[in-house]
């Protein structure tokens, strides 16, 4: 009997702390989370050095970074799912509560997450007048000494908490990145073959390498010279088609936020080594320039001397972008083909 009496008090002590922690702390561990991701219309992080980035979910579903930018979508997908797993592990001690807010007011991330919500919502069903609501503002700080949790912060709330997300081994603190280029998709051109109208590229250098490629609907493609605007009549159609597939997926290596506004305006000052004109079905123009580099000292040239330029990397500029990117030869040595390559070898029967 004692047993049984035993069984059932440890039972009714497990229950009611049970009840204690959901009824007071427990009852703030959703208050991070945003369980309805899908809901989601955008979020807004700022850290303490004037960075910010803006990512706006559209109206085709994909992300927008900062009204201009695409976005990678890893980094989203890894965020959305931040805001739906991440939970409250522990109050911060009482100890080190002063600190720990003290810290975060010199070193912290603002998160504000704004939510699809309904004015009338019943019960789930029935679901009317929709808007856009500021439903989450909290502050992210560092990882604790153990590097097994995030200290956060509420706006409005006086206790800070440590948070982590269950399952997950570290902490979530680099996943709140304000930078702009962290969030930035590398993407230059993503289009296959019968989403491009024609292709333009320019050897300004050697403007005789120069050509045009027109898609007529798929079905006829027409090579033609810059040199004078004429129509090559014999051409490898197969190496054509092929061309334009490296379209699909062309990525720049990085974006250079660390040069100086008057070094860019000076590249950009000067004429491109190259320049691609993109033209999609729809009609719009999709633009590459690029920049030989000038080499690094130390680099040298096959005969050992050092070279002139970089032969690894060009800087280039996307559309009318404000920022410079790296892009390297390894990746548009099939981009910047000669006209040649298209005529070569083909018979004169």
Do not use: C
Not at 72 to 80: E, F, G, I, K, Y
Not at 264 to 291: C, F, M, N, Q
């Amino acid at each position: 009997e004692q047993h049984v009496l035993l069984v059932v008090l440890a039972g009714i002590a497990a229950f009611m702390l049970m009840q204690n922690r959901s009824g007071t702390f427990r009852k703030d561990s959703n208050s991070f989370a945003v369980k309805d991701t899908a809901s989601i219309t955008k979020f807004f992080l700022a850290d303490k050095r004037n960075n910010s980035v803006k990512v706006e979910r559209t109206a085709s579903g994909s992300w927008l970074l900062n009204d201009k930018y695409e976005v990678n979508p890893t980094m989203v997908q890894v965020m959305l799912h931040t805001f739906m797993s991440i939970d409250i592990k522990e109050p911060v001690a009482k100890a080190t509560r002063n600190t720990i807010i003290r810290v975060m007011a010199g070193k912290s991330v603002k998160t504000e997450i704004y939510q699809k919500v309904y004015r009338i919502n019943l019960f789930g069903k029935i679901k009317l007048f929709p808007h856009e609501k500021l439903t989450r503002t909290y502050y992210v700080g560092d990882a604790t000494m153990e590097n097994d949790g995030t200290f956060m912060l509420m706006e409005g709330s006086e206790d800070p908490y440590v948070v982590d997300i269950p399952g997950f081994r570290g902490f979530v603190t680099s996943r709140y990145s304000a930078l702009e280029s962290d969030w930035r998709s590398h993407s230059i051109y993503k289009f296959r073959v019968p989403d491009i109208s024609s292709v333009t590229i320019k050897f300004n250098e050697k403007p005789e390498l120069s050509y045009s490629i027109t898609n007529n609907n798929n079905k006829e493609f027409v090579l033609t010279t810059l040199t004078d605007n004429s129509a090559i009549a014999k051409f490898d159609t197969g190496r054509l088609v092929q061309y334009l597939g490296v379209y699909k997926n062309l990525n720049y290596e990085s974006v250079l936020d660390e040069m100086t506004k008057a070094k860019r305006d000076s590249i950009v000052a000067t004429v491109p080594t190259y320049e691609i004109i993109l033209v999609d079905k729809p009609g719009k123009s999709h633009t590459l320039k690029a920049w030989k580099r000038k080499a690094d000292p130390g680099q040298l040239d096959l005969d050992g001397n050092q070279a002139e330029y970089d032969f690894e990397r060009m800087y280039a500029l996307i559309g009318n972008s404000e920022q410079l990117v790296a892009i390297q030869y390894f990746v548009f040595s099939e981009v910047f083909l000669p006209i040649q390559y298209f005529t070569h070898d083909v018979g004169n029967e």
